[in-house]
């Protein structure tokens, strides 16, 4: 069946380090990935989406890659802030598949 | 979370009862799905509507029902509700397949 894969349940990072969070997909071939933040108690929301034929997106201190031969996506946040910490999913095209998210924590 | 509104917005139920979560959009978008979330599960899609009349199986459809009454409403019935169905359920919308926007959601209890 088709998955959506993040293999990092949790995340510690520094504050004003570079966050990379992995998306893995298989079984299947997205014509897009998004990236979504999940603050608790609250829905999704959209971040960031890279289709298939782009190597690489930019959006502020957000950076997101597609490695169609890796089939894997990277979400990097760079400079991060305790004001990033969340969950953050990785989604695949074709009734919207997510993955399970990263909780991300930024240490002060 | 404007354009996606969900109600109620907190719900307990007794095993065997029924309810109906509703779901509106004020975005004139085709696609609404439903999905529910339980901890270390990610969001799991339960029924989605590729545009109104047409209502397609998610991955776990089984004990939940559909109605897609008009472009704006999808709403998602729980006919004899079970204990598994707690979760907290979530509406969405979607653009063509690239950005999808998510309501508040509904945090459903079973006893």
């Known amino acids: 069946s088709q998955k959506i894969e993040q293999n990092s349940e949790a995340l510690n990072i520094q504050e004003g380090k570079t966050a990379t969070l992995t998306c893995n997909y298989t079984?299947?071939?997205?014509?897009?990935l998004q990236w979504y933040r999940q603050d608790p108690g609250r829905g999704p929301v959209f971040l960031l989406l890279i289709r298939e034929n782009e190597k690489e997106k930019r959006k502020e201190r957000l950076k997101v890659t597609f490695d169609t031969t890796l089939k894997q996506s990277l979400f990097h946040i760079t400079a991060s802030q305790p004001a990033d910490s969340a969950t953050y999913l990785c989604?695949?095209?074709?009734?919207?598949?997510f993955g399970k998210g990263t909780r991300l924590h930024i240490l002060p | 979370n404007a354009g996606v509104t969900q109600t109620p917005k907190f719900q307990v139920l007794k095993t065997g009862q029924s309810m109906t979560l509703q779901c509106a959009q004020d975005?004139?978008?085709?696609?609404m799905y439903w999905y529910r979330q339980d901890p270390g599960m990610g969001l799991r899609l339960i029924y989605y509507s590729a545009s109104e009349g047409t209502t397609d199986k998610g991955e776990v459809p089984n004990g939940y029902n559909v109605s897609r009454l008009n472009k704006r409403e999808f709403s998602l019935r729980l006919e004899s509700a079970a204990p598994s169905q707690t979760s907290v359920y979530f509406c969405a919308i979607d653009r063509g397949g690239t950005e999808a926007f998510f309501g508040q959601g509904t945090r459903l209890t079973v006893v």
């Open positions: 989604a695949g095209w074709d009734k919207i598949i």
């Open positions: 975005m004139n978008h085709n696609s």
């Open positions: 079984n299947y071939s997205p014509a897009y």
